[in-house]
C-alpha cells in the first residue's frame, strides 16, 4: 500500500501536516534522517507510517515507557502488530512480542535505550530481520543536554552493526545539540536534514516575578477550572503541598515525582490519560512522552533549568492544535537554586559556563521587553514576527533607560577586579557598612553608594536581568563571582545604551520572604563548589557524601575559608584521619593550589606543636651554616623536628640526648629559645 492509502486507512488522516510528507518520503526511501519538530507536530507518525511501507522490524529507541506502551496500544487499536519490550511488560506481554517476532508479523518493535545494554539484544535483533531504526528524542544522545541518557550513545553501534537506515526525531536541539546527534548516531555523516521549526502557536506564553507563589498558582488554576494541566514545581515536596492546596480548593489534582513507587506513578498516569480536568503537579520525572492531545495548560511554579527544558515542558501543552496556556513564576531564589545545581555538577569547567550561558538565555525570556515567542524562537535560530499570542504582545512591558544603573554595577564589578557576586556588589552601591567592604577598602571606591535611589531587591532585579542579557556570568573558579561578557563591555565605555523593565524591578521590592539559606549569598557559590567536590570524592569511594564531611563542616568552610591545613584542622568535624584524606583536595577548591607539605609536619597540623614545627624551621634555615653564615651546611630531618616540636620541659640534656651534641651546638640554644616561647 501507499503512503497516502495508509495514511487513511490505518491512521484515519486525510492529509499530512505541514512537514511531514517530506520525512516521509526520506525515510521510506532509505535515507538517513534527521527530523527536528515541533511538540505536537506528528513525529510518530513520520516513523510509524513508514514501517508499514518498508520491509522487515522498525526498531523504536524511546526513552518512556509509558509512551512506549501508548504508543503500542494506538497502534494495535489501527490494527498494526506493534510490541515493547520493556521492564514493565508482564510475562504474557513478552511472550507475545516474541511470537509476533518469530511468526513474522511484527511491524513495530518499541524499547528502551537501556536494553541495548543487555546481553543477548544486539544479536537478537539481528535475528529479527531489522529493516529500519528509528530514535525519538534523540536530543538525549547529548552528552551535556538536559535529558541526557548514556545508553543512547549505543545506538549508533547499532546502526552499524545491523547496516540499516537510521531516523532520529526530536523537538529540542539547539545548533550545539544538533552537531552532536550527528557525530553519535551518524558517525559524522550528514543525514538528511529537517528542521519544521520550533514554534507551537497555539500555546500562549506568560511569565511572572513570585509574589505569593501558591496564591498565582492557584489563581490561574481556578480561571481554567475543568480543564487538564500539569504544574512543575522544582522539588518532591512542592508537588505535593500543591497538590493539597488544589484539592482543598475544589480541583482534582495529584502529585507525581521519582520517589513515588512505580505503581503509584502508573497509577496517575493512567488517570491523566484517562480523566477530565485533572491536574498533576509534578517534578521534571512526569517529562517526555505525556502524550496526552488536551492539555489546556502548563505552568510551572519554579523556574526549569534551562531555555531548551522550557521549551519541552510547556510543549506537552496543546498538542491537539487548540489554544492553550503557559505560566511560568521565577524569582531570586529560583536563580540561585538553578546556579547551584550547574555549580555542583560534575561537568567540565567550559560546559559549566555554557549552561551558565543557557539559563541567563532563560532569564533572557523571562525579562524580555518585546514579544515572548520572537526571543524563544530566536534562540533557536529563527527570526519570526511578534506573534500576538503571549503576555508581552498582550500588555507591552514597562521599560526605562537603565544605561546609568548598569554602568554603575559594570563598574562596580570591574573595579573590584571582578571577584566578588552581585550580594557585595549591591552592598558596595548601596553605600553599605559591612565588614567585608571595611576589610577591603571599598568603601573608597568611587562607585561606593552611587546607587542609593535602588534597594536591595531591586538592584537584585537589576542584576537578574543584567544576566538575562548575557551582559555578566557566574565564574565558578572564582567561587560565583560575577565576570563581564564582551556584551557588556560597549555599555561600560559608554558605547551603547540598554532598557531594561520597570515593571519586574517594581514587583521584585514587594516580593515575599526569602527562603532561609544554608549561608550567605556571598558564601553560596563556595558552597556549592564544596558540595560538588565531596559529591566526587563519595562517587569515588562508593558511599554517601555525609561520610566525607556533613553540611555543617562544609557550612564552616565556606564561611571561614581556611588558608592551610592547620587552618583546615580548626574546622568542626575534620579530625585527623580526615584532613590527611581530603584536607588537600578541599584546599584547593577554596584556596587554589596547596603548597607541599612535609608528612611529618602534616601530622602536626592544628596543633600547636605545628606551628612550633614552622618556627624551627625558620630558625634552623637561618642557621644552616651558622651564627655567620660561613660554617659547613647542617640541617635536622623532618622527623628530628617533628619530635623536638613535641617535647615538654626541654633542656640542653634532654636536647642532646634527642639531637646529638653537633646539632645542639649549632641549634640548640636557638631550639631552647623557641619552645620555651611555644
Not at 501508548?70 to 513478552?94: C, H, K, P, Y
Not at 565588614?435 to 571599598?442: P, V
Request: charged share 25%; net charge negative.
Amino acid at each position: 500500500m501507499t503512503a497516502d492509502s495508509l495514511l487513511k486507512d490505518v491512521f484515519g488522516f486525510d492529509d499530512f501536516r505541514p512537514g511531514q510528507r517530506e520525512i516521509v518520503d526520506a525515510v521510506i526511501a532509505g535515507e538517513n534522517t534527521l527530523a527536528i519538530m515541533p511538540t505536537g507536530g506528528g513525529k510518530s507518525l513520520c516513523f510509524q507510517l513508514p514501517a508499514l511501507v518498508r520491509d522487515g522490524i522498525t526498531v523504536v529507541i524511546s526513552p518512556l515507557i509509558a509512551l512506549m506502551r501508548d504508543q503500542v496500544r494506538g497502534l494495535r487499536a489501527a490494527g498494526v502488530e506493534a510490541g515493547a519490550l520493556t521492564s514493565g511488560n508482564t510475562e504474557e506481554e513478552t511472550e507475545a512480542v516474541w511470537a509476533a517476532m518469530e511468526a513474522g508479523t511484527l511491524r513495530l518493535l518499541y524499547m528502551a535505550p537501556e536494553r541495548l545494554a543487555a546481553g543477548g539484544t544486539m544479536q537478537m535483533l539481528r535475528r529479527a530481520g531489522v529493516g529500519l531504526i528509528a530514535v525519538d528524542e534523540a536530543h538525549c544522545v547529548s552528552q551535556w543536554g538536559h535529558d541526557f541518557r548514556p545508553d543512547y550513545l549505543r545506538i549508533g553501534e547499532l546502526r552499524r552493526m545491523l547496516d540499516v537506515p537510521l531516523a532520529a526525531f526530536t523537538a529540542t536541539a539547539d545548533a550545539e545539540t544538533q552537531v552532536e546527534i550527528v557525530e553519535k548516531l551518524f558517525d559524522g555523516v550528514a543525514p538528511s536534514a529537517f528542521l519544521r521549526g520550533f514554534d507551537r502557536p497555539n500555546i500562549h506564553l506568560a511569565f511572572a516575578v513570585k509574589d505569593g507563589p501558591r496564591a498565582q498558582i492557584l489563581n490561574f488554576a481556578a480561571a481554567r477550572k475543568g480543564q487538564s494541566g500539569i504544574v512543575y514545581c522544582g522539588t518532591r515536596a512542592k508537588t505535593e503541598t500543591l497538590a493539597r492546596a488544589l484539592g482543598e480548593a475544589g480541583h482534582t489534582a495529584c502529585s507525581y515525582h521519582g520517589g513515588m513507587e512505580a505503581e503509584d506513578r502508573r497509577i496517575v498516569e493512567r488517570r491523566f490519560q484517562q480523566e477530565d480536568g485533572l491536574i498533576v503537579c509534578a517534578t521534571v520525572a512526569f517529562g517526555m512522552g505525556i502524550d496526552k492531545p488536551d492539555i489546556r495548560w502548563v505552568a510551572h511554579a519554579d523556574l526549569p533549568k534551562s531555555i531548551e527544558a522550557y521549551y519541552q515542558e510547556i510543549g506537552r501543552a496543546g498538542r491537539d492544535g487548540a489554544p492553550a496556556e503557559t505560566l511560568t513564576l521565577f524569582g531570586p531564589d529560583d536563580i540561585r537554586y538553578r546556579r547551584q545545581q550547574i555549580d555542583e555538577g560534575l561537568a567540565p569547567a567550559d560546559r559549566r559556563a555554557a549552561d551558565h550561558g543557557r539559563l541567563n538565555a532563560l532569564l533572557g525570556l523571562a525579562e524580555a521587553l518585546t514579544c515572548r515567542r520572537q526571543t524563544l524562537l530566536s534562540y533557536f535560530g529563527e527570526d519570526p514576527k511578534a506573534c500576538g499570542f503571549c503576555d508581552l504582545c498582550d500588555k507591552p512591558a514597562e521599560t526605562f533607560d537603565a544605561t546609568t544603573p548598569v554602568r554603575m554595577a559594570l563598574s562596580a564589578a570591574l573595579r573590584t577586579e571582578e571577584w566578588f557576586g552581585s550580594g557585595h556588589l549591591i552592598d558596595i552601591l548601596m553605600g553599605a557598612k559591612t565588614e567585608k567592604i571595611a576589610q577591603r577598602g571599598h568603601d573608597s571606591l568611587p562607585t561606593y553608594g552611587v546607587g542609593k535611589e535602588f534597594d536591595k531587591r531591586q538592584w537584585q532585579a537589576i542584576f537578574r536581568q543584567m544576566m538575562g542579557h548575557d551582559l555578566m556570568r557566574p565564574d565558578r573558579d572564582r567561587h560565583g563571582a560575577l565576570r563581564m561578557t564582551d556584551h557588556a563591555r560597549p555599555i561600560l565605555r559608554g558605547e551603547a545604551q540598554i532598557t531594561l523593565r520597570c515593571d519586574t524591578i517594581r514587583a521584585a521590592k514587594g516580593s515575599g520572604p526569602k527562603v532561609r539559606q544554608l549561608v550567605s549569598e556571598e558564601d553560596a557559590p563556595l558552597m556549592s563548589a564544596l558540595k560538588a567536590k565531596r559529591r566526587a570524592l563519595a562517587e569515588q569511594a562508593g558511599g554517601p557524601a555525609y561520610i566525607i564531611f556533613n553540611d555543617r563542616t562544609l557550612i564552616e568552610m565556606a564561611e571561614k575559608r581556611p588558608r592551610n591545613l592547620d587552618e583546615m584542622a580548626a574546622i568542626g568535624g575534620v579530625g585527623a584521619k580526615k584532613l590527611e584524606s581530603y584536607g588537600d583536595a578541599f584546599l584547593e577548591v577554596i584556596a587554589g593550589e596547596v603548597a607541599a607539605v612535609h608528612p611529618m609536619r602534616r601530622k602536626l597540623a592544628g596543633r600547636d606543636e605545628g606551628a612550633i614545627y614552622d618556627r624551627l624551621l625558620a630558625v634552623q634555615a637561618d642557621l644552616q651554616r651558622g651564627p655567620d653564615g660561613a660554617d659547613k651546611p647542617m640541617s635536622c630531618s623532618a622527623s628530628l623536628l617533628a619530635k623536638v616540636a613535641q617535647l615538654r620541659n626541654a633542656d640542653h640534656a634532654g636536647l642532646t640526648r634527642l639531637m646529638g651534641d653537633k646539632h645542639v651546638e649549632r641549634f640548640g640554644d636557638a631550639f631552647l629559645d623557641v619552645l620555651r616561647d611555644g
